[in-house]
């Protein structure tokens, strides 16, 4: 019997390890990620077809990309399915929109921040290829609500409003 358990173990991760081989290893939002930054192409990504293309959308709003599920478009959980990604970095700063202080829970302020209205670069890529499809500038919204947390960066005190979200879905190809 242990020879059998043996022989099946070996059997399934020797299956595993040429599976490997042959194919790679399988696609993760983290390569996918390095599209935003390198411009990487992931021949494991799904071909872009007709009809709406399920994209994953990351947004680079401290210096870091960060996948957004709320704004991807045909969501799908597995990353090989993506046809797109779409990626949102902050370029600049518009017009001061509001004071906003943070506080301890002591309510003595400890904190406080100018938002400003963002500008903000979409750029999309064919996921399997790499290749830029759109370029396309956006600006923040124009709400003045702080928001419920801020990370202080560098001494910078300032946050940013974001594009409204029907702005940037609007501008990923379908």
């Known amino acids: 019997m242990k020879l059998f358990v043996v022989a099946a173990v070996v059997s399934v991760v020797s299956g595993l390890a040429i599976s490997y081989a042959l194919t790679g290893p399988s696609l993760h939002d983290e390569d996918l990620l390095r599209t935003c930054t390198t411009g990487e192409a992931h021949s494991k990504a799904a071909a872009l077809s007709t009809g709406e293309p399920a994209t994953r959308t990351f947004a680079d709003t401290t210096g870091v990309y960060a996948h957004r599920p709320a704004l991807d478009q045909l969501p799908v959980a597995d990353p090989a399915q993506v046809q797109l990604v ?69 001494g910078e005190a300032a946050d940013y409003t974001e594009p409204a979200h029907a702005d940037i879905r609007a501008a990923i190809p379908r």
């Open 86 to 154: 779409a990626c949102l970095r902050r370029t600049g700063s518009g017009a001061e929109l509001n004071t906003c202080n943070y506080g301890n829970a002591s309510r003595v302020v400890s904190a406080r921040t100018t938002l400003h209205q963002g500008s903000w670069e979409l750029t999309v890529y064919e996921a399997r290829t790499g290749r830029r499809i759109v370029v396309r500038e956006l600006a923040g919204t124009t709400d003045s609500t702080c928001p419920g947390s801020t990370i202080l960066r560098g």
